[in-house]
Nanobody
Framework: QVQLVESGGGLVQAGGSLSLSCAAS????????LAWFRQAPGKEREFVAG????????YYADSVKGRFTISRDNAKNTVYLQMDRLKREDTAVYYC?????????????????????WGQGTQVTVSS
């Protein structure tokens, strides 16, 4: 069982930056691929970024590529999302998710149903 707790959301102006963190419980953190998803009002939950179990590989949605950076620290059981050059359309509730690794490439999975554990979400609001 893994429990995920996000933090770091808030209100920021367009063009600004925000950093999210997701702390996980459990001793097997390094056996999970991790991802960030987001969900805006009235929209489906969408994949933002994924990272492999060892942090060696990352994958991004086209909408955030070059602006967002996902990273993890297995010693601290934490995954991060650095968000730069934020846009109004980035406004959403952001969730971290964990998937017990079956294949190294699991970090590229974009379907929310493929993930085993979820955090409660943190609100990110980008104003113009």
């Amino acid at each position: 069982q893994v429990q995920l707790v996000e933090s770091g959301g808030g209100l920021v102006q367009a063009g600004g930056s925000l950093s999210l963190s997701c702390a996980a419980s459990g001793r097997t953190f390094s056996t999970y691929a991790l991802a960030w998803f987001r969900q805006a009002p009235g929209k489906e939950r969408e994949f933002v970024a994924g990272i492999s179990w060892n942090g060696g590989s990352t994958y991004y949605a086209d909408s955030v590529k070059g602006r967002f950076t996902i990273s993890r620290d297995n010693a601290k059981n934490t995954v991060y999302l650095q968000m730069d050059r934020l846009k109004r359309e980035d406004t959403a509730v952001y969730y971290c998710a964990a998937r017990r690794v079956h294949f190294y490439s699991d970090y590229r999975l974009t379907n929310p149903n493929e993930y085993d554990y979820w955090g409660q979400g943190t609100q990110v609001t980008v104003s113009s």
